[in-house]
């Protein structure tokens, strides 16, 4: 499933880079939404992108992270697996704009691309199951999962705060916090087997 949603990522935000309608039509734009009930856009927006770096970073870690997640998925929700991944990975591309959603109802030139809020709920699910297993920053540092989390989300909540860049990092923040709690929410017993990983840190 991993590689099929890469697929139509890149294929639809390859097609973005040639037609401009195309991303003006498909993105996210809390007015077009709320006063002129484009309601898609809080889906189509995640498949599109701003450039090549854009996709290719979004699209590295969902590989890396989505075929581990479908591991943990299969293993732990048999056959619904698949399903949860396509759920979980929707939902947060949905759930990552409420906030801006709100925000921003009223500005009619804010925009907003990118599958961040997805691949960052990926990323944390994946860290829900395995809070110990490493992650490599900058492909170097290994840090265990769960002391990368907390930074991330700390730095998340800052930067949105902050607002001093092009970045959406509420939608980061929204998407890392589903993805991580979306587990309990399918299978709350899988607490258990979390807390006995961390206790054994």
């Known amino acids: 499933m991993t590689i099929i949603i890469i697929a139509i990522t890149v294929l639809i935000s390859l097609a973005a880079f040639q037609n401009n309608d ?4 498909y993105q996210f734009n809390a007015y077009q939404i709320t006063k002129r009930n484009q309601w898609y856009r809080i889906i189509t927006y995640g498949f599109l992108h701003a450039n090549w770096d854009h ?12 075929d581990a997640l479908e591991y943990y998925f299969s293993y732990n ?7 949860y991944f396509i759920a979980l990975y929707l939902g947060a591309i949905v759930l990552s704009t409420l906030y801006d959603l709100k925000k ?19 990323v944390f699910a994946t ?9 490599y920053l900058f492909f170097v540092i290994p840090i265990p999962g769960i002391i990368f989390a907390a930074g991330y989300l ?5 930067m949105g705060k902050k607002n001093i860049d092009n970045i959406g990092h509420s939608a980061h923040f929204s998407g890392a916090l589903f993805g991580f709690l979306f587990p309990l929410i399918i299978k709350p017993k ?5 807390l006995q990983q961390i206790l054994n840190f």
């Open 22 to 25: 195309l991303l003006y039509k």
């Open 154 to 158: 700390y730095y998340s909540y800052y």
């Open 55 to 66: 996709l290719l970073v979004n699209m590295i870690v969902l590989y890396f992270f989505g």
């Open 77 to 83: 929700f048999g056959a619904a697996g698949v399903i």
């Open 190 to 194: 899988l607490f258990s087997l979390f």
């Open 104 to 122: 921003h109802k009223e500005h009619y030139h804010y925009n907003a691309v990118g599958a961040s809020g997805a691949t960052s709920a990926v």
């Open 127 to 135: 860290i829900f199951f395995a809070p110990l297993q490493p992650i």
